[in-house]
């Protein structure tokens, strides 16, 4: 075993480490939303695990560097009290081209500050940067739509922060619709454009000077998204150019619809689903209910709430049976069942 600067292998390794950390780390920590300051700036940390000890991980894993040559992994972190946090770093490598790879371990230590960081403290005292409005062309938002919004924006959330994502938003609950409230114009956009994907809403941006900025010279805006839905809303029955169609939702860009008279789906481009040629015949909550009470090759009875029955042709797109309960309306003096009542139940 040759010596290395007069040393055997083990002193030389003893005296040079192969791990180098600074002493002292003090890792700044937002308690509202999970993020950490690393060199002036809050990150959050990409791992799903406790918060803390993840960004204690990631913030000492910054901090590692190798005095020779080799890999290094930050695996495993503890809190051992009064604030502080010990985090092992694993390594495999060498100090020096004469002594063979090997591999060595170092817990370091860190102290935590824990404060909120600037982006928590503007949202906690109001300030906005930018408002997603969400609202209905000409109605209320119902409870199935602003339930499936709110999964929009959590889900937005999610991915970007993380569980700290809940405290980058406030959302208010306003007559007709909601307000969403972020702290960044690019997450203010991809909610809205979300909402556009999965709706066909309808999107309108504008900017408002609320101050100057000193220090840059510049102005301050407040970014406004209106988000507004169209009129009509999952199965609800509309005429488009003299058809009579159930309204399913929209699909790839497009509004889809079934058509009630051919018993066939159809389509009808963003353009057109916003324009006036859509007329509203009835909400779905406005359409009778039935009970089916008997079932033949091709007629179906159905009675409503005061015992009165009718006959209808049995649906080709959906299956019925005795005992379903569905929505139906008249066409021309024509009994046309819509759908079973749990299709579109919200």
Same mark, same amino acid.
């Given at each position: ?26 890792? =700044?920590?937002? $308690?509202?939303? *999970?993020? &950490?300051?690393? #060199?002036?700036?809050? %990150?959050?940390?990409?791992? /799903? ?19 020779? %040559? ?10 051992? *009290?009064?604030?502080?946090?010990? /985090?092992?770093?694993?390594? #495999? ?8 790879? &090997? ?5 370091? =230590? ?22 997603? +409005? ?18 929009? %924006?959590?889900?937005?959330? @999610? ?20 307000? &969403? ?73 497009? @509004?889809?619809? &079934? ?36 079932? $033949?090759?091709?007629? /179906?009875?159905? $009675?409503?709430?005061?015992?009165? %029955?009718? +006959? ?12 379903? #309960? ?19 139940? #919200?």
């Amino acid at each position: 075993m040759p010596l290395v600067d007069n040393m055997c292998w083990d002193c030389y390794k003893t005296r040079n480490r192969l791990i180098s950390v600074p002493r002292d780390l003090i890792m =700044e920590f937002c $308690s509202v939303c *999970g993020s &950490y300051k690393l #060199h002036g700036t809050w %990150v959050m940390s990409n791992k /799903v695990e406790d918060a803390l000890l993840a960004s204690a991980m990631d913030f000492v894993e910054k901090y590692v560097k190798l005095n020779g %040559v080799g890999v290094f992994s930050v695996s495993e972190a503890r809190r051992i *009290g009064r604030g502080k946090i010990s /985090v092992l770093v694993r390594a #495999h490598g060498s100090v020096n081209v004469n002594i063979p790879d &090997y591999d060595e371990e170092l817990w370091v =230590e860190i102290s935590i500050k824990r404060t909120v960081c600037p982006k928590c403290s503007r949202l906690a005292s109001g300030v906005f940067s930018s408002i997603v +409005q969400v609202r209905a062309d000409g109605r209320m938002l119902n409870d199935h739509e602003i339930k499936c919004i709110d999964e929009i %924006v959590r889900n937005i959330l @999610f991915r970007e922060f993380g569980r700290g994502g809940s405290s980058n938003y406030k959302v208010e609950y306003v007559r007709g619709g909601l307000d &969403y409230k972020f702290d960044s114009f690019r997450l203010a956009r991809k909610v809205a454009d979300s909402i556009r994907i999965n709706f066909g809403a309808f999107i309108k941006e504008s900017h408002k000077v609320i101050g100057f900025n000193g220090s840059k010279g510049s102005k301050i805006s407040r970014l406004s998204i209106s988000v507004r839905l169209p009129k009509f809303t999952f199965g609800d029955i509309l005429n488009f150019n003299g058809r009579i169609l159930r309204y399913d939702g929209f699909k790839n860009g497009k @509004f889809s619809f &079934y058509d009630l008279n051919s018993n066939s789906h159809f389509s009808v481009n963003y353009k057109d689903g916003w324009s006036k040629k859509i007329d509203i015949l009835y909400r779905w909550d406005e359409l009778p209910e039935g009970l089916i009470e008997s079932v $033949s090759d091709n007629l /179906v009875e159905i $009675s409503n709430s005061i015992g009165e %029955v009718f +006959q209808a042709y049995k649906p080709i797109a959906f299956n019925v049976k005795c005992g379903d #309960h569905v929505k139906f309306m008249v066409v021309d003096g024509k009994i046309i069942i819509i759908s079973k009542v749990e299709t579109f139940k #919200h």
